[in-house]
């Protein structure tokens, strides 16, 4: 009873988040995107190289580095049982955030700007057509939300601060302010998901140790 009674919150936030993000594509991002192509003159540099750093190929490029790392050269079981969430959650949220920009297909702030095209082209493979959500987003909701999960007197900082952070790629015309969002809500529920989980039993790759293969052998005495 108790497992059910904590999925009725999820249930509502997720249909509150969904209308919230509803408004937001109707009434805030068109608003939103234009009000920032003034800014861009002066922001444009710093928010690139800020984007170049939080993009999903460079934050998996380091952390599945690292996790190795340790995992292989160091053998540090601590410290690569520290990572695993982290990347689990960076491979499994991008994964999550090309089947949504697919199924979706919204038209990119550029085409708002030239051609005043502004609207959704359900399934559609085209870049053009693939701006929600953000993959920058959820890439680095996915570190943040790993980081609240670890450190939760600090949640409301990491949330905050991964917002903030993605906006860079409103800044620079490359997605609208709902695509920030929903990236972050996808990135910080995937990693959760994936850090208590492993938090309740062993990681996957740690599972079928020596010793534990030993362990799970059946005795002479049960055999007989």
């Given at each position: 009873m108790i497992v059910k009674s904590k999925k009725i919150p999820v249930f509502f936030n997720v249909i509150l988040?969904?209308?919230?993000?509803?408004?937001?594509?109707?009434?805030?991002?068109d608003r939103f995107a234009l009000h920032t192509q003034h800014l861009r003159d002066g922001l444009y540099i710093p928010m690139r190289i800020?984007?170049?750093?939080i993009s999903p190929p460079t934050q998996l490029t380091i952390w599945t580095a690292l996790f190795l790392w340790f995992l292989i050269i160091k053998k540090s079981d601590k410290i690569s049982h520290y990572l695993y969430p982290m990347v689990a959650s960076l491979i499994l949220t991008n994964?999550?955030?090309?089947?949504?920009?697919?199924?979706?297909?919204?038209?990119?702030?550029?085409?708002?700007?030239?051609?005043?095209?502004?609207?959704?082209?359900?399934?559609?493979?085209?870049?053009?057509?693939?701006?929600l959500p953000s993959g920058h987003a959820a890439t680095i909701?996915?570190?943040?939300?790993?980081?609240a999960a670890r450190h939760p007197r600090y949640a409301l900082l990491y949330i905050l601060g991964s917002i903030a952070i993605s906006l860079c790629r409103v800044f620079i015309?490359?997605?609208?302010?709902?695509?920030?969002?929903?990236?972050?809500?996808?990135?910080?529920?995937?990693?959760?998901?994936?850090?208590?989980?492993?938090?309740?039993?062993?990681?996957?790759?740690?599972?079928?140790?020596?010793?534990?293969?030993?362990?799970?052998?059946?005795?002479?005495?049960?055999?007989?």
């Open positions: 988040f969904g209308i919230l993000m509803g408004c937001c594509y109707c009434f805030i991002d800020l984007s170049i750093f994964a999550l955030v090309r089947v949504v920009k697919v199924f979706f297909g919204r038209s990119r702030p550029d085409m708002l700007l030239t051609d005043g095209i502004y609207h959704l082209k359900m399934i559609s493979f085209q870049r053009i057509f693939s701006s909701a996915a570190i943040m939300g790993f980081l015309g490359a997605h609208y302010l709902t695509d920030i969002l929903v990236g972050n809500f996808l990135g910080f529920y995937v990693s959760w998901m994936i850090y208590f989980q492993e938090s309740l039993q062993e990681p996957a790759y740690l599972q079928y140790t020596e010793k534990d293969t030993y362990d799970k052998l059946p005795s002479y005495s049960e055999t007989n």
